[in-house]
């Protein structure tokens, strides 16, 4: 019998593989489906970054690089953390891989030994346990809060903290809660972890899709120590409309962008070369595009809430998400209740429903570890989101 490693045995299989399997069972048999639970932009990738990559190819850049990047990417992405978030690294400390997914695991994998205990705030990012799994870690939840806008406190950091703790992973904006971090709650949480030495995997893809005026502010902002025990994680994936093109980068100290350095040239090598001239172009050129698409998530998020908020009465309720473009809906007061015969007893319970009853396709909070509620994407249009939002009241009313 072949068995896999215990490493791999550890991992979890998708939990959203049932339902996105199901979704598309209905969609190729010709049933609209609503899909809530979309984790990319719903607009394409500007074209003066498409161009960018056509040029590159015309001009014959089609070879092996730098495995680590592009010199001028490099530079270009040092001059966007100084722009944007006022840090200053020099190209050494940067490693450009395929997708912000890519630097995680390489972050891990660098850093963390068998036993390693990793500070994971819940609601968490379904691929951060997994990661930190298959890198011999282990996962230590910290469970937030609706009250605290699904934050973790320095207190409770601090209590989360053993002598095997090696590092903390913040993601702000957050998936799936959409809530940001504010500066102060920033500072109190660097001060714990520069009193105990723990790294932080800073999880900063969602840093431009900021609404209602709050401000993205990194925990390697708060000061020298803090940022010399700080990864900070970021890509082109969504604040670009580039899911596709596979590219993320991350900054830190250089003791560990040399590690990852290393084991990226003898891994996967360098990113394509023709994604990395059109991330040039994204992080250089023109902001417009980007600015509409943040100004259109901003928009339905509004007028997602608006209607959400119309909901309470029927038991349905949702934190106000700051950034990303996900609102999660507390759905637990359906809990014990039945809909035509099936009893509703979770969150997939309410996925499974809204699929197959409602042809509304919701990813449940438990992937995220907080069943109580079910994660909707806004990353679909407007008319969907209205038409798909009132089915999910429907099934609110009528379960019984
Ligand atoms: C919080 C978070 N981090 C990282 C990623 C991965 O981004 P990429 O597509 O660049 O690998 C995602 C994608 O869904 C995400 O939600």
Known sequence: MIKVSRRAASIAPSMTLA????????????????????????????????????????????KYVAAAGLPALKKAICKKFKEDNGLDYEPSQIVVSNGAKHSIFNALFVTIDDGDEVIIPSPYWLTYPEVVKSCGGVPVYVQTSRESGYKMTAEQLERAITPKTKMLILNTPSNPTGS????????????????????????EIYEKLIYGGEKHYSIAQVSPEMKELTIVINGVSKSYAMTGWRLGYLACAPVIAKAISSFQSHSTSNVNTMTQYAAIAALEGDTAPMEKMIAAFGDRREKMMKILDGYKSIGLDYVKPDGAFYVMLVVDKLFGKSYKGKKIEGSMDV???????????????????????????????LEDIKAGLEKIAELAREAE
């Open 351 to 381: 996925a499974d429903l809204l699929l197959t009853e409602k042809q509304v396709a919701v990813t449940p909070g438990i992937c995220f570890g907080d069943d109580s509620t079910i994660r909707l994407s806004y990353a679909l249009s």
């Open 19 to 62: 339902i996105s399997a199901k979704a598309n069972e209905l969609k190729a048999a010709g049933v609209r489906v609503i899909n809530f639970g979309v984790g990319e932009p719903d607009f394409n990738t500007p074209e003066h970054i498409i161009n960018a990559a056509k040029d590159a190819m015309d001009k014959g850049y089609t």
């Open 180 to 203: 940001v971090y504010v500066r102060e709650e920033i500072e109190k949480i660097a001060r714990v972890c520069v009193k105990h030495n723990i790294l932080v995997l800073s999880d």
